[in-house]
């Protein structure tokens, strides 16, 4: 990744370098039905109700996307000690939770997470104002115990957009550093990868982030 100049952060519905599937954001459900077709022509079933998960990603907010693993045995210890009690802390300053989702694969890159976590903020200096208040300072290390990895990055959207995450589809977080070259590489990669799409099917942009601008340089930060 390094020498390469702009970070840019793409959710596709295809070919996965790190592919996840909906596993919370307040599900919805809804039904498909099955006929049997070849033995009973005139039957058919409701399949399993499919789990989905809307995320509204609003422009003129920040969106924090946290890439996470969490040590054996501390899944309570992170969901009841630390998020249960951070969450109406960072709702003082704004913050809220849009949603997580299980990671099920990763095709390249260096980080290895198991979970995607993202929130929104009204602004980086909300976030700030989470990070310095005492009571938020004091559930940190229980956050800190309970990961094995955590890498933060924040982007913004142009406009607003929604994304409907379904558990029966996997879904790719793209994170793209640019090089110079990009502007004039980029069409060609599409224009040569035209015949793969036609063949397996082109991958759906479902959205698209912008990185912020300025943040700290924090270890955590990607």
């Known amino acids: 990744m390094k020498n390469y100049k702009t970070l840019t952060t793409t959710v596709f519905a295809w070919v996965m370098s790190l592919a996840v599937t909906a596993t919370a954001c307040n599900p919805t459900h809804s039904e498909k039905e099955n006929s049997t077709g070849e033995e009973q022509s005139t039957t058919s079933r409701a399949s399993d109700p499919v789990k989905e998960a809307n995320i509204l990603f609003k422009s003129g907010k920040v969106i924090e996307i946290a890439y996470a693993s969490i040590a054996g045995g501390k899944e309570a210890q992170l969901n009841e000690e630390y998020f249960a009690k951070i969450i109406p802390i960072a709702a003082e300053y704004g913050g809220k939770m ?58 913004t959207v142009d406009e607003d957009v929604t994304v409907t995450f379904r558990e029966d589809k996997t879904y790719e977080f793209f994170n793209a550093w640019l090089t110079p070259e990009a502007e004039t590489a980029l069409p060609e990669y599409f224009k040569q990868s035209d015949a793969p799409k036609k063949k397996y099917g082109p991958p759906v942009f479902v959205a698209s982030l912008k990185p912020m601008k300025n943040l700290p340089s924090e270890d955590y930060l990607l």
Request: hydrophobic content about 50%.
């Open 98 to 155: 849009l949603g997580s989702l299980g990671v099920t694969a990763v095709t390249d890159g260096e980080m290895y997470p198991q979970m995607i976590a993202i929130f929104e903020w009204p602004e980086i200096a909300a976030r700030d104002r989470l990070l310095a208040d005492k009571r938020a300072k004091k559930l940190f290390p229980i956050r800190d115990e309970a990961l094995t990895f955590l890498k933060l990055a924040y982007f």
